[in-house]
């Protein structure tokens, strides 16, 4: 079940498990009893963030059912729920009509190869539009999306939904006539399958149980959407979407899905009990007792309880799974084994993760998309702060869209996430799950230094305090790498006549040639000028920021037998540096962040508008859904850095956008100044 925030996905499932007797009383969202809402956070702010798992029987077919967030903030909890499911049924509140994130998981679930159903909710509120809300959802979605059933009224109140093959039903009050749909879905059913469009040319009309047998197929293969109306609160039309659940639904054998054998080649999955197995883990839950939980989804193949099995993860050992279970919302309960379309649990297993494979067969991976949104944290406590380490490793095993980043050059650790919201939830679970308050402010942006031209100059370092002496000279030319270089290319003979070695450091992009001859600087010296080259690369020159880029020749030098020492040449190393990098016309550099901003056409002037002033540069648009353009944009990260905020607020909640980082860039003279005279860098002492 997936859809925009507060369609009442998970309302529905409540109501189902309850209607087939899976769970007792009833449940609700709004007062902290949904079955599949039982994390506090959702309890508390009465929305789901994490995909939560279900299972109920109707008419024989038993489901399993998986509640996705609504928010685009958890988009990485649906996208885990899409990779676990055949079928997506896409929820939409007949009032509101179709908001962002129905755009984003149609999307999505497209893009994954699913099946795709869309219930109208809410038909039961005022002023509902039905026959301009499917003239939306068609023109945005395709013609594909075909009533299965419409609503009928009765002075404007809905009372009931008619069938649209069914020919014996009284069709008054219906919203739109039913008949005129009879055709299209009888059509987008045989498109799937050769033989029946031929005898369809040829007259022949298939009947009610054959229509059953295709829509399926058609469902599964894209060329029908069905499109189904009730109202959850009311129960008008909802025995019927359950019927048409199970005739519309796509089951695992009729899924197209390939994963590659022991030999690389492509094997076609038939979601066949006996054949190899393939599964994969598509999501894991921290629980607070049973620890870790592996969710798992079978596609081929079966799983039982207490295998042994390989994982598709670099590692030839086999793991043993030990106890599989059911999932019904929070409770766990044991099954010994799990076929195509069934989902388990398993605890305990630190092998297992978010995209591992089991068993012999690799399916692709699980691609999330990258967060955008970062904070600098640091524990309130000192004391916590290993519990925090803890902590922050329960979040990212959880969520793919969570990451944290230890900058060396800033010293801070950042949490990314997909928006502020999500960063708040995540703070809240800190601090309720691990009991851990953290202090959050905006992150420092990672400058970096690099040089402009080529440079050359020596130092010598000489100290004498009565006893053994310090002495080391040093002399360096200075050259500009810039990124992308070939380095066997830029390293030849005719640039560097005298050559003897050269070292690559592909983090700082930086290239160390030693050009030494006549023995000035004896070769056991050599690895300490090295290191104290790649400490000031660490601590930077102009505004303590890591240096980057540069190429630097050591030709020439002079020791002394007694007092020369390996800690008097690398400290001559770091000078040297540090003296010829001024000299080199030395810059800052900022990062560059690419960036794909998908927004109504309504709003292309505003984007447009608002990226001149942050420095960015829009490199083209092309259509996304209808009436959506995906803008293409470059701009430093110091100014989309906050994006999500501003998007939010131009497009009234519409927009979407993701970013990463692209480049650096040199920085603009007065942003250098700046950050100079924010640095406090202070001269150092060479005596």
């Not at 109504?600 to 259509?623: C, F």
């Amino acid at each position: 079940m997936c859809g925009h925030g507060s369609s009442g996905k998970t309302s529905l499932i409540d109501r189902i498990l309850e209607t087939t007797h899976e769970v007792e009383g009833r449940h609700s969202v709004d007062d902290g009893t949904s079955v599949t809402d039982f994390e506090p956070e959702e309890k508390l702010h009465h929305y789901s963030v994490e995909a939560a798992l279900a299972h109920f029987r109707h008419r024989g077919v038993r489901f399993n059912c998986i509640d996705a967030p609504g928010y685009p903030d958890f988009i990485g909890q649906t996208i885990s729920a899409i990779r676990g499911a055949d079928t997506a049924v896409i929820v939409i509140d007949a009032h509101a009509g179709i908001a962002v994130n129905t755009r984003r998981v149609f999307a999505e679930a497209q893009r994954a190869g699913l099946g795709r159903i869309i219930v109208v909710n809410k038909m039961d509120l005022e002023n509902v539009d039905y026959p301009s809300l499917l003239d939306s959802i068609r023109q945005t979605f395709g013609s594909q999306c075909i009533p299965f059933n419409v609503p009928c009224a009765n002075e404007g109140r809905f009372e009931r939904v008619v069938g649209v093959m069914d020919d014996g039903a009284d069709p008054s009050g219906a919203l739109v006539d039913p008949r005129s749909y009879q055709e299209p879905l009888v059509e987008a059913a045989i498109e799937a399958d050769e033989t029946w469009m031929e005898r369809y040319f040829e007259g022949e009309v298939p009947s009610r149980a054959e229509l059953a047998d295709l829509i399926p197929r058609a469902v599964a293969a894209g060329v029908l959407v069905p499109v189904v109306s009730c109202s959850i609160k009311t129960g008008v039309g909802f025995a019927e979407l359950l019927d048409a659940m199970v005739i519309c639904s796509v089951p695992p054998s009729l899924m197209h899905r390939s994963a590659l054998g022991p030999d690389g080649e492509p094997i076609e999955l038939t979601g066949d009990p006996s054949g190899p197995l393939a599964a994969q883990v598509f999501k894991t839950r921290i629980d607070p007792f049973v620890q870790k939980l592996s969710y798992i989804r079978v596609y081929n193949g079966t799983l039982h309880k207490d295998d042994t099995i390989h994982l598709n993860n670099g590692s030839r050992k086999g793991v043993k799974i030990g106890q599989l279970m059911e999932v019904q919302g929070s409770e766990l309960r044991p099954v010994d084994e799990a076929q195509p379309g069934d989902i388990v649990a398993v605890a305990k297993i630190e092998d297992l993760h978010t995209g591992v494979n089991e068993g012999d067969l690799k399916l692709p991976d699980i691609n999330f998309p990258e967060p955008m949104v970062g904070v600098a944290i640091r524990p309130k406590s000192r004391n916590d702060e290993a519990k925090l380490a803890a902590a922050l490793h329960k979040l990212v095993e959880e969520d793919q869209t969570v990451r944290v980043e230890h900058d060396p050059q800033t010293h801070e650790v950042v949490l990314r996430g997909m928006s502020d919201l999500h960063l708040c939830l995540l703070q809240e679970r800190l601090a309720r799950r691990d009991h851990v308050e953290i202090e959050t402010h905006e992150p420092k942006i990672p400058y970096r230094e690099t040089i402009m031209r080529e440079a050359e100059g020596s130092y010598r370092h000489k100290k004498q305090t009565g006893g053994r002496g310090q002495f080391a000279e040093v002399h360096i030319r200075m050259f500009p790498l810039p990124r992308g270089t070939d380095v066997e290319q830029f390293a030849t003979k005719s640039r560097f006549p005298h050559m003897k070695r050269r070292h690559y450091h592909p983090d700082f992009n930086f290239l160390w040639i030693d050009s030494v001859v006549g023995g000035a600087i004896p070769g056991n010296f050599m690895p300490a000028i090295e290191k104290g080259f790649l400490e000031r690369l660490n601590q930077g020159v102009l505004a303590g920021r890591q240096i980057e880029n540069v190429c630097v020749e050591v030709y020439f030098g002079k020791f002394h037998p007694v007092d020369s020492s390996e800690t008097a040449f690398k400290i001559a190393g770091s000078k040297v540096l540090r003296d010829v990098f001024k000299l080199a016309h030395p810059v800052l550099l900022e990062p560059m962040a690419d960036l794909e901003i998908t927004v109504p056409e309504s709003n292309m002037g505003d984007v447009y508008s608002d990226l001149s002033t942050r420095r960015g540069q829009v490199m083209g648009a092309q259509n996304a859904t209808p009436g959506y353009q995906t803008v293409s944009a470059t701009a430093p990260l110091s100014e989309v850095i906050s994006y999500a905020r501003t998007l939010s607020s131009m497009t009234g909640g519409q927009g979407s956008y993701n970013m990463r980082f692209s480049h650096y860039d040199a920085a603009p003279p007065n942003l250098q100044e700046m950050i100079l005279r924010q640095s406090g860098q202070v001269e150092e002492d060479d005596s």
